[in-house]
């Protein structure tokens, strides 16, 4: 990002992550993270962990059972709460060699998360270890909050993530929900973010393809969001900008090889750059608001989410944007690939100092590459394939226009008339 373009003053706020490791493989390394975290604030304690995760991880791959085993060989082996759904909608079995506890599909997420809280306090675990996507990451955070709630401690239960998509739920400190209405609901606490984050590229191998390029695109929102996204640093915005063009790149690849386990260890690298861990609250930006109200409501999967809002809520902004947001969002063509450039002229590494029609023009063929992307990858869908009703539209932009930051760039007729119509 070039000079005449980043802020004289700032903050960057770090989150209570203090590790991270990567590579196929890498998960051998849970249990001595697992003893470090427990040490740190009580040298004392054994290490129970309970591990976090949805029923098709546990019942149709073999990840679980063999963290399982490694933990029970090391002696810290504290349960599995399973079946996660999407919006952490739906859990709960707890499986009959771990803890008995009946399943109710019909329980509302609130109430599963409070009952594997209980769990965790009931067996006395003082790690939990999320394996999975957003959902058993972001309960296993909602838990961490309620314990913590519950102790009256100064202190977070330490929560290790093990993702096996690229939702990157894992580097934020926000968890979200499914509430008693059915509505999207969350906490937030600068401690709630994971102490640690394992990317294993053997463990993503089980991961269907259209669910990690899904996963992949809700990353370009993340990235592609940040670039506008107020308060977003500099150095932020401009890894958001590299992770981008990385995303672009290997999510193609992935589709081509998707047995690659290389590809799909960078895969998981990129999306870690597209949302850098930093303690902040809140959606990132048009698109993912959006994806709030439509995900839990209509059982639509964070991905999709993404697949649908996304390209026509960059081609919004590029008309609403101004200032060093419109130049950072313009600034972020020239990082696209060669094939999704179109026929816009490249800014370079300094959109501002281009005119305000270049730079429009610009940050408007990053929201047709994004689309150009979806296409490539397969993944097109519409709101009307997920049964959204189309009278609900008009409601659905009425809520997120209330729920909007102050000066956020768009109105309820701009969200209806540019987004939700066309992506029906």
């Known amino acids: 990002m070039a000079l005449s373009m980043l802020p004289t ?3 960057y706020l770090c989150t209570p992550l203090r590790a991270v490791h990567w590579g196929p493989g890498s998960i051998s390394s849970l249990p001595t993270i697992i003893r470090s975290l427990v040490s740190s604030y009580d040298k004392n304690a054994q290490p129970t962990a309970m591990i976090i995760t949805g029923k098709s991880l546990l019942e149709k791959t073999p990840v679980i059972g063999d963290v399982c085993k490694m933990l029970e060989k090391e002696g810290m082996f504290g349960g599995v709460f399973s079946e996660i759904g999407q919006h952490a909608r739906k859990l709960v079995r707890v499986e009959f ?4 506890y009946p399943r109710d599909s019909g329980v509302q997420a609130i109430k599963q998360v409070k009952a594997a809280q209980k769990l965790a306090e009931d067996n006395k675990v003082n790690v939990l270890v999320s394996i999975g996507g957003g959902s058993p990451i972001d309960s296993a955070k909602a838990i961490a909050y309620f314990i913590h709630e519950s102790s009256k401690s100064d202190n977070f239960i330490p929560h290790i ?4 998509t690229l939702s990157v739920a894992e580097t934020t400190q926000n968890a979200g929900f499914t509430n008693e209405q059915g509505q999207k609901a969350g906490v937030n606490h600068p401690d709630n973010a994971p102490r640690a984050i394992i990317y294993d590229a053997n463990l993503a191998m089980y991961t269907p393809l259209r669910l990690w390029l899904s996963t992949g695109m809700r990353a370009v929102d993340h990235a592609i969001e940040t670039m506008y996204r107020d ?3 500099p150095q932020i915005r401009h890894m958001a900008m590299f992770a981008t063009k990385g995303l672009f790149e290997a999510l193609e690849a992935c589709k081509k090889n998707p047995d690659d386990v290389k590809i799909r260890q960078n895969c ?5 750059e597209s949302l850098w861990p930093l303690a902040r609250a809140g959606a990132l930006g048009l698109s993912h608001a959006l994806g709030h109200k439509l995900g839990a409501t209509y059982a639509i999967p964070h991905g999709i989410c993404s697949v649908l ?6 081609k919004l902004m590029s008309r609403n944007l101004e200032g060093n947001d419109l130049a950072c969002l313009a600034t972020a063509h020239a990082f696209l690939p060669t094939a999704y450039q179109g026929s816009v002229d490249k800014l370079g590494l300094d959109a501002s100092a281009a005119s305000e029609e270049a730079q429009r023009a610009a940050a408007h063929q990053v929201g047709e ?4 992307l979806v296409k490539n990858l397969g993944l097109e869908s519409t709101l009307k394939e997920y049964k959204v009703p189309e009278g609900d539209l008009e409601g659905i932009a009425g809520k997120v226009e209330d729920s909007k930051p102050d000066g956020a760039p768009y109105k309820k007729d701009q969200i209806m008339e540019s987004i939700l119509k066309k992506i029906y």
Do not use: K
Not at 369 to 372: F, H, P, Y
């Open 9 to 11: 003053s700032g903050s």
């Open 97 to 100: 060699w771990v803890f008995a």
């Open 161 to 164: 993530a093990v993702p096996t």
């Open 231 to 233: 308060g977003a640093p």
């Open 268 to 272: 998981y690298l990129v999306a870690w």
């Open 309 to 314: 809002t996304l390209p026509e809520t960059v």
């Open 369 to 372: 590459a994004v689309a150009l």
